[in-house]
């Protein structure tokens, strides 16, 4: 069993800054991409930033110049700092992580089980 548990949202005012974390834990054999995504109720479920093993990332255009990924390979941890917050910035965000498993090639994809992020103005 493999779990993604979510730390860091909450509430801030505009401009304001918070950092998420997720680590991953359980059966786990290798993690490749990580990255976290973001949904406002009535909407579909956005990418938001992607990281891959090599530190090789990506982000949507909304948040790029405000939002930094990382992750720390040896926790199995991946981190979302996000700066000069706004209003719109306001969702739940899910982290996510491509994960194979001891003895099997296949990847699976698993998500955490979401954190509030909310900007007020």
């Known amino acids: 069993q493999v779990q993604l548990v979510e730390s860091g949202g909450g509430l801030v005012q505009a401009g304001g800054s918070l950092r998420l974390s997720c680590a991953a834990s359980?059966?786990?054999?290798?993690?490749?991409?990580m990255g976290w995504y973001r949904q406002v109720p009535g909407m579909q479920r956005e990418l938001v930033t992607t990281?891959?093993?090599?530190?090789?990332?990506n982000y949507a255009d909304s948040v790029k110049g405000r939002f930094t990924i990382s992750r720390d390979n040896a926790k199995n941890t991946v981190y979302l700092q996000m700066n000069s917050l706004k209003p719109e910035d306001t969702a739940v965000y899910y982290c996510?992580?491509?994960?194979?498993?001891?003895?099997?090639?296949?990847?699976?994809?698993?998500w955490g089980q979401g954190t509030q992020v909310t900007v007020s103005s």
């Open positions: 996510n992580a491509d994960i194979q498993r001891p003895g099997s090639p296949r990847r699976y994809a698993y």
């Open positions: 359980g059966s786990i054999f290798r993690i490749n991409d």
């Open positions: 990281i891959t093993s090599a530190l090789i990332t």
